[in-house]
């Protein structure tokens, strides 16, 4: 016997547009949200960053591909890590459907990561993925967007991720279970698992000069990681305990 409420039709429908009215609202907040975002002042980048890539050494303006915005995911993948971050990885699952819908639309989607070129494409086709992804491994571009950090850094305490300071659970000291976990995952050990970190930057490119636009980090990508926005709309919800997901490769069949 269920626990959870019931009700007839009638009570189905009532309640349900009571959720409708609430959800048209969180919708026109959330445009709200976007113009918010859209409307943030620009700064211009001017470091001169070189990245390898499948078409070899490329600088930022390149990675655009004739494009005027790039929307870059940072995907964890350290260099000492033998595999990606299986929370980045459920994240990027959803990338291939949308890079060509949004290169029809002026935007490139990629991945950056620092873990040298050939480690990326090996371990994009163990799991069958596409969309392009490049390597900052030797330049600051992790660094100076905030998605990697240095062991003296930790050290220190002075890792700032999410516009906040050693406040994320991958600053915590012993690490959570789960950290070790997956850092374990991918074949390292959780202070250097930890040294690289999720997020989405924007850029866009306008008479000749480059701007960064946007950063979001940690909780900020959830509206990006598709099975979560499916989860919501499950009966059961999220209905997490701990950590859950895994590589796509790693389910057993059920």
């Known amino acids: ?13 009532a309640a349900r ?17 976007a113009r918010q975002r859209q409307a943030l002042p620009w700064v211009r980048v001017d470091q001169d960053y070189a990245f390898d890539t499948e078409q070899g050494r490329a600088s930022l303006a390149d990675l655009f591909e004739g ?34 819908h949004l290169a029809h639309h002026d935007v490139t989607l990629m991945a950056i990561s620092r873990a040298p070129l050939a480690k990326l494409l090996a371990y994009r086709e163990r799991m069958g993925w596409q969309f ?46 789960p950290l070790a976990e997956f850092a374990a995952s991918c074949g390292t050990d959780a202070a250097t698992y930890a040294r690289d970190r999720p997020g989405l930057s924007a850029f866009v490119r306008e008479d000749g000069a480059i701007w960064h636009t946007y950063s979001t980090y940690a909780r900020g990508l959830d509206a990006i990681w598709g099975m979560y926005q499916w989860l919501d709309r499950a009966p059961l919800g999220r209905n997490e305990t701990g950590i859950w997901w895994k590589r796509h490769d790693e389910y057993s069949a059920r």
Do not use: I
């Open 1 to 13: 016997m269920t626990t959870h409420a019931t009700g007839t039709r009638e009570q189905w429908l």
């Open 132 to 177: 392009p992804w490049a390597s900052s491994q030797g330049n600051d571009f992790n660094f100076d967007f905030n998605v990697s950090f240095t062991a003296g850094q930790q050290r220190e305490g002075s890792v700032e991720y999410n516009y906040a300071r050693g406040r994320h659970a991958m600053d915590a000291d012993p690490p959570p279970a």
């Open 17 to 33: 547009l009571e959720l409708l009215a609430a959800e048209k609202d969180l919708t026109r907040r959330s445009d709200a949200l």
């Open 67 to 100: 494009r005027s915005q790039l929307l870059v995911y940072h995907f964890m993948f350290g260099p000492d890590y033998a595999a990606g971050c299986p929370s980045c990885s459920a994240l990027a699952d959803g990338f291939d459907g949308n890079v060509a």
